[in-house]
């Protein structure tokens, strides 16, 4: 799900394609997804893609307009080294207790800022104008449960 940052509201969903590799106990996947901003203005996207507790995301990949975002894992150390040479990211709208956005409206609240297991939220640094799209590759790996001969 793509969600404006600032009001939580679901950005519609035009189109979904999941590729799936499935071996004794182990599940890979990648999920490619175009969202549409159907709102009257532009929001800063927030993706919030489900996982199980000892599921990972591998990579993700955006497209918004002619900006593309990229995640990888690395090391800390690597991640270190990373952010002394890179640029701060823009400002994104932080939400305030009050549930007011520092950027004009809207009131999603901060519970994505907290870890969620169960949950990916990656906030995308790039507004998405109305009526415009947003593409997301994403690419995850889950354990399966295989007891008895049987995966669960």
Request: proline share 7%.
């Amino acid at each position: 799900m793509l969600v404006d940052i600032g009001t939580n509201q679901p950005l519609r969903l035009d189109k979904i394609e999941m590729g799936l590799e499935v071996h004794v106990s182990t599940m890979f996947g990648k999920a490619v997804m175009t969202f549409t901003n159907n709102t009257d203005k532009a929001v800063f996207p927030l993706l919030k893609f489900p996982t199980k507790e000892s599921g990972s995301i591998l990579y993700c990949w955006a497209k918004i307009g002619n900006a593309f975002f990229e995640t990888n894992v690395m090391s800390a150390e690597q991640a270190g080294k990373a952010a002394k040479k890179g640029k701060a990211p823009p400002e994104m709208p932080r939400p305030t207790e009050g549930g007011e956005e520092s950027r004009g409206g809207g009131g999603g609240g901060d519970d994505w800022q907290k870890y969620n297991p169960n949950c990916f939220n990656l906030p995308l640094g790039s507004q998405i104008a109305p009526g415009k799209d947003c593409t997301i590759i994403v690419s995850f790996f889950e354990p399966l449960d295989f007891t008895n001969g049987a995966v669960s």
